[in-house]
């Protein structure tokens, strides 16, 4: 199928009908980033085997990229729509489509969605069954409000979904100190292999930069991601390998772009911030 890690699809079989499974992924869309892609490359296979309907929090690339391969998208934008007026919307988009499976992909998505499902089912006369998908660990401490949605989200995983899906071990076991470990797997992210083998040419630095050794990052340039360290990592090789002729490339953006730009002018590196 072209989709390493196609095994993902596993956490789909809570179903026994012969029938098409029909599946609701709930998403927030804001960035292009790791998950989103993850999402996209999953949706893009997913959509050939069962009825699918995809909700977005925000209007984007990855609502662009999904509508483009048609399928069923449903934006309930989060800047213009409060939480209630958006678990209301969800109600009626589930009454409607009355999925076998919820899939949530964030905090803010576990809880809006699973609440919508448990009022749907008031006139459906079922709840969908639920999973999430965990991408990382969070990145920040919650503080005040955020502390009572990181308590209603856990309140939500232990509860209210009958899957919780780790991307790695490591993530699995940090979920287990959180989550009963039943209802924890580890589901690796998948990779469109046609979609890479189509694409694939000569990077433009290797053509101007044939004779060099390349070292590259690539994420979001956010402080969790700790491209500082990998600067200094690269300051510390040129000392030690003085006889090396080596180029470090930055591949991604965010708001950190202009500080480690500065960092590394500082420590005269050798890098190319690709965007």
């Known amino acids: 199928m072209g989709l390493v890690g196609g095994e993902s699809l596993r956490a789909y079989q809570m179903h026994n009908s012969n029938s098409p499974l029909r599946i609701i992924h709930i998403i927030s869309g804001d960035l292009w980033a790791g998950a989103e892609s993850q999402a996209y490359t999953l949706l893009k296979y997913l959509s050939a085997q069962v009825d699918l309907c995809v909700v ?24 213009r729509l409060s939480s209630l007026n958006i678990i209301f919307r969800l109600v009626g988009v589930l009454r409607e489509f009355r999925p076998d499976i919820i899939h949530t992909q964030r905090q803010k998505e576990n809880i809006l969605g699973n609440t919508a499902n448990i009022l749907a089912a008031i006139s459906i006369g079922r709840k969908a069954k639920s999973v999430r998908t965990t991408h990382g660990a969070p990145e920040f401490k919650p503080q005040g409000k955020q502390q009572l949605q990181a308590t209603l989200d856990r309140w939500v995983g232990r509860y209210l979904q009958q899957r919780i899906i780790a991307v790695s071990g490591e993530l699995a076991k940090k979920l287990a100190e959180t989550f009963p470990s039943r209802k924890i797997s580890v589901i690796e992210n998948g990779v469109d292999t046609l979609q890479l083998n189509n694409h694939i040419e000569k990077a433009d630095f290797l053509l101007k930069w044939p004779n060099v050794r390349h070292i590259g990052i690539v994420g979001r340039l956010e402080e969790v991601k700790r491209v500082d360290i990998f600067l200094a990592m690269a300051a510390l090789l040129i000392k030690r390998m003085p006889a090396q002729t080596l180029m470090f490339h930055v591949i991604g953006a965010g708001r950190q772009e202009n500080k480690l730009q500065n960092i590394a002018q500082q420590l005269s590196i050798p890098v190319v911030f690709h965007g």
Do not use: Q
């Not at 984007?60 to 989060?78: A, C, F, K, Q, W």
């Open 56 to 79: 977005l929090m925000n209007e984007g690339e990855l609502e662009r990229r999904l509508r483009e391969i048609n399928i069923m998208v449903i934006v309930l934008p989060e800047v």
